[in-house]
């Protein structure tokens, strides 16, 4: 019997090969001899006979005589580090098995280190958001506070602080009652025109708690925006900085996943907070500012119906601030735990008081009361209006500049055009609306004057009356259209309360429109424009029949006939085609 042959790589000083051994049964290698040169003539199977090798004629030593048979080394087989069984001979036999195993540790690897990120991620989420509910974290107020600071900032100068904080209103107490939490179960919606101040009293709300479970958003008319700014507010930035794109996709770029956060922080701090500790506090700030559209009734909607539930579980009280009527009769729709502020313009003393402090905050030194009195016939009790006021040096100069501004506004807005052209009717029937409004204001606010004049005492000054106000179902008789109310209320002409009085938007716009009524000739320009569209109106309502003889012979014979014949006409036809055809009467 043959010994097995086993191939063993053996490293030769010269060449490098392989050579092939024969083990014999006893296991030691056999004394190397080298094989002769075969060679391919013969026909021989036997090993063909070696080839005398001739000497060199020199005497020098041929290769063959230097050459000697290397040392065989039996290497070992190493098995891979700290394993023994044989599964690793099996994996280092097979490479592919070797691959497989090695891609399943790793994949396990990045599974397991994948789960452990995201579950560190949304924890970091959550911590994040708590963050914008810690005291002294809010960005608005900070912002606010960098006039505070300059204030009261040694040398500083005075340009562009608002020093209309320092004017407490009736309606603060409540605010802070509402920010502070002592007021919750409920959330709420503000309402009042532009410049009375309902931003001033919640940002002195959150000063006085260093915006302690307070944060505050401001709304805009582009969605996106928004929700970057909802972002921001409360410090969420939509999964827009995780690594998870491998294991989770992008939540919707929307208001209802920081909600749904919210919540989750909400119950988290309320477990932390101390009992009795007021829940948290978020405020939408300038709802007007959004379209009037489905999109934006979607989402004021949606913020609806996280406020509900949150009021009922007295976890976040929400709060919305509008401008504009229309956000209210859009909420009213569902509304069960809202609550309806109302913030108006300041009067009589107030509004006196307010000014006089501000030109001392300002000037340093007291103005007379007369000439306050002159300034707030113009201005009114606006706040906004007497904080850019105060700031000038001659204040009835700053009024009458201001007064003649916004006629000009006005008149720019919806002036009125005599024989003006067809295409312009649409403007001018909303211009002639207003105007009819605006002159029925003027003409209540004159006969206020003169009431307030008979029951006034001898030697006291006469008090300015409040501005006139109209319901919301009178104002559609005296305009004749509806959908014109809502416009001019957007514009900041007029203004809508909760009890849907309508009164001008401010005394400035009051004043303004009486000059304008009171012009010489407004009563004719007005029923004139009136007159020219209905003129427009009754042109395209006519239409013009042409008809053409073909011979000088033919004539056309014309019948008009009053709409009751014609209708009684046409039942008795109807009539007379039910009946049957051996009907003896017909």
């Excluded at 958003?217 to 507010?233: N, Q, S, Y």
């Excluded at 919540?263 to 007021?278: C, T």
């Excluded at 949150?310 to 229309?326: G, M, P």
């Excluded at 009486?514 to 009563?523: A, K, L, R, S, T």
Aim: charged share 30%; hydrophobic share 35%.
């Amino acid at each position: 019997m043959r010994p097995p042959i086993s191939r063993i790589p053996v490293n030769l000083t010269h060449p490098s090969r392989s050579l092939l051994f024969q083990l014999s049964s006893t296991g030691s290698f056999p004394k190397f001899k080298p094989q002769p040169r075969w060679n391919s003539s013969s026909n021989s199977e036997s090993t063909p006979p070696l080839r005398p090798a001739k000497p060199p004629s020199d005497g020098r030593k041929t290769r063959q005589d230097d050459y000697e048979a290397p040392s065989v080394v039996q290497q070992p087989l190493n098995l891979p580090t700290g394993v023994s069984d044989g599964s690793a001979l099996l994996a280092s036999a097979n490479p592919l098995l070797g691959a497989t195993f090695t891609t399943v540790i790793g994949l396990a690897v990045v599974f397991v280190g994948g789960i452990f990120y995201f579950e560190w991620y949304k924890a970091n989420v959550i911590r994040k958001m708590e963050m914008a509910f810690e005291a002294g974290y809010d960005p608005a107020l900070n912002l606010a506070d960098h006039g505070i600071k300059t204030r009261n900032g040694e040398g500083a100068s005075t340009v562009g602080v608002d020093w209309a904080s320092d004017v407490r209103r009736q309606e603060q107490d409540i605010i802070d009652e509402i920010v502070h939490g002592i007021r919750h179960g409920h959330y709420i919606l503000m309402m009042g025109s532009k410049g009375v101040g309902k931003t001033t009293m919640i940002l002195d709300a959150m000063r006085r708690v260093e915006a302690d479970g307070v944060a505050i958003c401001e709304a805009h008319e582009d969605l996106e925006v928004f929700r970057l700014r909802l972002g921001k507010a409360l410090n969420y930035e939509y999964n827009e900085d995780s690594q998870t794109g491998l294991f989770q996709r992008r939540d919707p770029r929307e208001g209802g996943p920081p909600l749904n956060k919210l919540e989750k922080v909400a119950l988290k701090m309320a477990a932390k907070r101390k009992k009795g500790k007021q829940p948290l506090v978020l405020i939408i700030n300038n709802c007007q500012l959004f379209d009037n559209d489905d999109d934006s009734h979607q989402l004021l909607q949606q913020l609806q119906q996280k406020a509900e539930s949150w009021a009922e579980s007295h976890l976040i009280t929400v709060v919305f601030s509008s401008d504009d009527f229309w956000p209210y009769p859009l909420l009213r729709k569902i509304a069960n735990r809202m609550h309806v502020i109302s913030v108006r313009d300041l009067r009589g003393d107030e509004s006196l008081g307010a000014l006089r402090h501000l030109r001392q905050q300002h000037f340093g030194k007291a103005e007379d009361d007369s000439v306050l009195r002159e300034v707030l016939k113009t201005s009114g009790g606006r706040l906004s209006r007497l904080n850019t006021l105060a700031k000038e040096s001659n204040l009835l100069e700053a009024a009458a500049n201001m007064l003649n501004n916004e006629k000009g506004w006005l008149l720019s807005v919806i002036g009125l055009i005599p024989d003006c052209d067809d295409d312009v009717m649409d403007e001018q029937k909303v211009c002639a609306s207003s105007w009819t409004l605006l002159r029925e204001f003027a003409k209540k606010f004159r006969e206020r004057e003169e009431e307030l004049k008979a029951a006034a005492e001898p030697g006291k000054p006469i008090p300015e009356p409040d501005l006139p106000m109209i319901s919301y179902y009178e104002a559609r008789q005296i305009m004749t259209r509806a959908d014109f109310i809502d416009m001019l209320d957007h514009q900041n002409i007029i203004n809508i309360d909760t009890d849907h009085m309508i009164r001008p938007d401010s005394m400035v716009v009051l004043r303004a429109a009486i000059e304008v009524v009171e012009e010489p000739g407004f009563d004719e320009l007005l029923e004139g424009v009136k007159e020219r569209i209905d003129a427009i109106e009754s042109l395209h309502r006519t239409r013009e029949l042409t008809w053409k003889a073909s011979d000088t012979e033919d004539t056309v014979r014309i019948m008009f006939q009053p709409y009751e014949k014609r209708e009684k006409d046409k039942e008795k036809e109807k009539e007379n085609a039910g009946r049957r055809s051996w009907w003896p009467f017909t």
